[in-house]
C-alpha cells in the first residue's frame, strides 16, 4: 500500500510532465519561459512542486499530482 504524500517538498521533472500528458516542446518551453525559467534546466534538475502549485495553473496542478503519484509509489 502506497502512502499519500501530503507535503509539498519534492521535485517535479521532465518526466512528470511527459506523464500528465503534455508535450516539452514547444509546451513546457514556453511555459516556463513565461515564468522565468529554463527547460535546460528543468530537464537537468526538475523543479520543486511548491514551486510549481505556485503558478496557480491547473496544467502545473495536473503534472504536481502525476509527479505526487510517482513519489508515493516510491
Not at 2 to 24: L, Q
Not at 33 to 47: E, V
Request: aromatic residues 8%; hydrophobic residues 40%.
Amino acid at each position: 500500500m502506497s502512502e499519500r504524500i501530503d507535503s509539498d517538498d519534492f521535485i517535479v521533472t521532465a518526466r512528470d510532465v511527459a506523464d500528465a500528458g503534455f508535450c516539452i516542446t514547444p509546451g513546457l518551453k514556453e511555459f516556463l519561459a513565461i515564468r522565468g525559467y529554463d527547460l535546460k534546466d528543468f530537464i537537468r534538475h526538475g523543479l520543486p512542486a511548491k514551486t510549481m502549485l505556485g503558478f496557480n495553473d491547473a496544467q502545473s496542478d495536473r503534472v504536481v499530482a502525476k509527479a505526487r503519484e510517482r513519489v508515493s509509489r516510491g
